[in-house]
């Protein structure tokens, strides 16, 4: 099965900028999606296809994904944005949904 | 709005079957490529994708435990039920069900979760 690497913890000062990566094999052919989840709540997408933002969520989130990694971007850090970060991926090979093991960010 | 609701027992008993339901309003599961699915997470853990069912009927099992689940759908009452055989406490989770709107795609949006704890 599809296996995907995230660093486990990121810290980052506010207005800073955090990159979270999401490893994978040839996870640049793969659409990866990213979730944040705040303590006590369910995730929220904040990046998905790789690039695309939902309405309502800052510009501060910006996604990419090639070759064997795929990275989510928060420019100019703020304390709100602490939480844990879930990538995931649907694997076309077998038809299933895969999450990496999440990154906790917090803001110093 | 679309919302998904969980229900169900917050607490099981060891080898018993556990049946969850999801309830949801602002979409139909009779819309092409549409799904629900099913997350869970242990308390201070990841994140597992259990199941989906999709708006034609097919479904999908995460291969460590397609044993245990079972997923089915009731359109006319905007339901999808999962339910999970031969509970333990390594089952302890909050339980997630979630639409996704692209045939194979992202989660979006999801329900609050419900909390399930098995123990004796």
């Known amino acids: 099965s599809y296996v995907l690497t995230q660093p486990p913890s990121v810290s980052v000062a506010p207005g800073q900028t955090a990159r979270i990566t999401c490893g994978g094999n040839n996870i640049g052919s793969q659409s990866v999606h990213w979730y944040q989840q705040k303590p006590g709540q369910a995730p929220v997408v904040v990046v998905y296809v790789d690039t695309s933002r939902p309405s309502g969520i800052p510009e501060r989130f910006s996604g990419s994904n090639s070759g064997n990694t795929a990275t989510l971007t928060i420019s100019r850090v703020e304390a709100g944005d602490e939480a844990d970060y879930w990538c995931q991926v649907y694997d076309t090979h077998t038809d299933h949904y895969v999450f990496g093991p999440g990154t906790k960010v917090t803001v110093l | 709005q679309i919302t998904l609701r969980e229900s169900g027992p917050t607490l099981v008993k060891p080898t018993q079957t556990l049946t969850l339901t999801c309830s949801f309003s602002g979409f139909s599961l009779e819309s092409t490529g549409v799904g629900v699915g099913w997350i869970r997470q242990p308390p201070g853990q990841a994140l597992e994708w259990l199941a989906l069912?999709?708006?034609?009927?097919?479904?999908r099992y995460s291969p460590s435990l397609k044993n245990r689940l079972s997923i089915s759908k009731d359109t006319s009452r905007n339901r999808v039920v999962l339910t999970m055989t031969n509970m333990d406490s390594v089952d302890t989770a909050t339980y997630f069900c979630a639409r996704d709107g692209g045939l194979g795609t992202w989660f979006d949006p999801w329900g609050l979760g419900t909390l399930v704890v098995v123990s004796s």
């Open positions: 069912i999709y708006w034609n009927d097919d479904k």
